[in-house]
Structures are given as structure tokens and as C-alpha cells.
């Protein structure tokens, strides 16, 4: 099971956090979004040794972390720009590689809202 909270509207520029809150112990989170009209994307992952990765449209605008005496995980992202609208989805999967793909991850939340505005 997983949840995802955070999401909300915020100007470009704005900041966002976003949490995700797992109840079984996998190797691999993820964040996926999804804009209106266009294929789910991959956006950071990280793995049960805290290694992350990051897409190259936002590496150097969010972070990823997961704590796992909480058993979450959390997306910080700044610098917000309108084209990083969409829904963002907490997914999890079991190895310990962290694909780019999302069907390879059977495990997912039922996402959040994210919206910038211009």
C-alpha cells in the first residue's frame, strides 16, 4: 500500500514537498508524474541503500529521500516550472535495480495533484 500527500498549486518558481507513506519493505521507490495527454515519466527513485536517481529534466531542481524508521518517502522540489504539472505517483518494486520504466513497478499510489501556474 502506498500514499501519496503533498501535492497542491504553487507558482513557477514555488516549492513543493511531497510524501509517501509505504507499508511493505521493497527495495526500489519511485516518482513517476503525468501530465494531461502524455505517457507517465519517471522522475527520481531511490533504493533500499538511499542511492538516488534522478531524471534529467529535474535532477538538479528536487531530492528524493526515503526514511525508513517512518516508512516514507518524499520528493522536495523547487524552482517549479509550469511544464512540471501534472500527477505524481509513489510507486514501489522489488530488486535492487530502480527502472526508468513504470511497468516495472506493480506496486503504485493513487497519485497527486501537482500544479504550477505561470
Known amino acids: 500500500h502506498l500514499a501519496e500527500s503533498g501535492g497542491g498549486s504553487v507558482p513557477a518558481g514555488g516549492s513543493l514537498r511531497l510524501a509517501c507513506e509505504y507499508t511493505t519493505r521493497l527495495s526500489c521507490l519511485a516518482w513517476f508524474r503525468q501530465a494531461s495527454g502524455k505517457e507517465r515519466e519517471g522522475v527520481a527513485s531511490i533504493t533500499l541503500g538511499n542511492t538516488p536517481t534522478y531524471a534529467d529534466s529535474v535532477k538538479d531542481r528536487v531530492a528524493t529521500s526515503r526514511d525508513s524508521a517512518q516508512w516514507t518517502v518524499s520528493l522536495q522540489m523547487r524552482s517549479l516550472r509550469p511544464e512540471d504539472t501534472g500527477i505524481y505517483y509513489c510507486?514501489?518494486?522489488?530488486?535492487?535495480?530502480?527502472?526508468?520504466?513504470?511497468?516495472?513497478?506493480?506496486?503504485w499510489g493513487q497519485g497527486t495533484q501537482v500544479t504550477v501556474s505561470s
Open positions: 510507486a514501489a518494486a522489488r530488486g535492487g535495480y530502480c527502472s526508468e520504466s513504470p511497468t516495472e513497478y506493480p506496486f
